[in-house]
């Protein structure tokens, strides 16, 4: 019996078609078929046939229950889920109007219609949980079906309404990413990039997936290019590293001389020991130390300095 990974959904979840009859013709990218999930009767698209390991496992952790085959889709599978792809805009305004009518204190992002209809999912966004057991009622009062309510973030809001990001393609979020990588502002320090919120963050006002992509590459920049302050030798001559241009593959090296120069991390002399020819660096540390203020003093005489009292 044949598997597939499929993708289903507004929220493009990806899972593995495990039940695909090995009496049917093999499916191929870009295939449309019919998929019973936990939802009920869904429209998926199939992406590749599943490989199996673990790795590509890992890869799917997102995906939502077991998947069973019903059939290929058909054209009027086509016709009915467009149909209810059109009633999007309607469907949000009538829960609007339900949710602004009670007063409950959330966001809407989007209403989902499957292909079977047998519920209606309702994302929304809100600060905390939220009793919405009457909103529910009302809601199945009104669609005369079931009714899922699900809390979202803003990363996944972004997924369901953005389109393009900054880079002037298709979010990455919404066109191939199947989990949220974490991001965090020591990626955005390690790559010495702008702290400027507004050119690091994504149109879901996070810090920008794209960081996370780029971090294993910048460390590996790392490991191969001298660290600022290390002893380098060039030719005949010795500088320490004051700088770095990752992107470019260069270093900026200070001489004994004063000269600053740009210099490719290839061609530094591998036979160099960093304990060698340390006389310009020990004089270098030595004129540093001696411009440094004494802090012991400093806080020597804090220690004795006795405090002011308030004269009333």
């Known amino acids: 019996m044949d598997s597939y990974v499929v993708r289903y959904g507004v929220m493009r979840y990806r899972g593995t078609l495990e039940s695909f009859p090995s009496s049917e013709p093999a499916l191929s990218h870009g295939d449309l078929i019919v998929i019973e999930t936990p939802r009920g009767h869904e429209l998926a698209t199939v992406l590749c046939p599943f490989s199996g390991d673990k790795a590509a496992c890992d890869r799917l952790a997102n995906a939502k229950g077991v998947l069973r085959y019903v059939r290929r889709a058909l054209p009027e599978d086509v016709v009915d889920m467009a149909e209810l792809t059109q009633l999007k805009q309607d469907d949000y305004k009538r829960c609007v109007k339900i949710v602004t009518r009670m007063k409950i204190k959330l966001t809407l992002a989007l209403v989902e219609r499957i292909l079977g209809q047998e519920r209606i999912i309702v994302y929304y966004v809100a600060d ?185």
Not at 154 to 165: I, K, M, N, W, Y
């Open 128 to 312: 905390g949980r939220i009793d919405f057991r009457e909103l529910v009622r009302a809601l199945a009062a009104e669609f005369q079906t079931k009714i899922e309510m699900k809390q979202i973030g803003p990363r996944d809001e972004t997924r369901l309404l953005a389109d393009v990001g900054d880079c002037g393609r298709e979010i990455c979020c919404r066109y191939f990413l199947a989990t949220m990588p974490p991001v965090s502002m020591k990626l955005v320090k390690l790559q010495k990039s702008t702290l400027d919120p507004t050119k690091v963050t994504g149109r879901c006002g996070k810090l920008k997936c794209c960081l996370r992509f780029e971090h294993e590459y910048y460390r590996e920049l790392y490991s191969q290019a001298p660290p600022i302050g290390r002893r380098v030798k060039l030719g005949q001559e010795f500088g320490r590293v004051v700088a770095q241009e990752l992107i470019a593959r260069r270093v900026v090296v200070e001489f004994e001389d004063g000269r600053r120069a740009s210099v490719g991390i290839d061609e530094f002399d591998p036979s160099f020991s960093a304990g060698e020819n340390n006389e310009f660096f020990d004089d270098a540390q030595e004129r540093s130390n001696e411009s440094k203020p004494h802090r012991e003093g400093r806080q020597h005489d804090h220690e004795v300095k006795k405090p002011r009292r308030d004269k009333r």
